[in-house]
């Protein structure tokens, strides 16, 4: 089993930054692809961004390339998001997902652990 706790969610004007952080338990981290996913009010969960285990495959939406970066700690059991550029669109809650597969996929259903969220808010 794998605990995943999101940090670094707030309330930030349109334009400015925010640096999602996700710490997992277990000695597992490594072998496991995480993801980044978004859900805003009335919308369906989406795919934000991914990276493969060995941080060799990394995985962006349309919407968010250029402006998002993902990247991964595994000494500290640690997957980032940094979000740069923010916009009203991109006010959600966001949640990291760890899959046991070896494969980086966009598909939420593929991912077997989930966090509680963490809260981002961009105001216009």
Known sequence: QVQLV???GGLV???GSLRLSCA???RA???YTMGWFRQAPGKEREFVAGIRW???RIDY???VKGR???SRD???NTVYLQMNSLNAEDTAVYYCAADRGMLLTTISQTYDYWGQGTQVTVSS
């Open 74 to 76: 595994n000494a500290k």
């Open 61 to 63: 939406a349309d919407s």
């Open 24 to 26: 997992a338990s277990g």
């Open 54 to 56: 060995d941080g060799n």
């Open 13 to 15: 004007q349109a334009g």
């Open 29 to 31: 981290f490594s072998t």
């Open 6 to 8: 999101e940090s670094g």
């Open 68 to 70: 998002f970066t993902i």
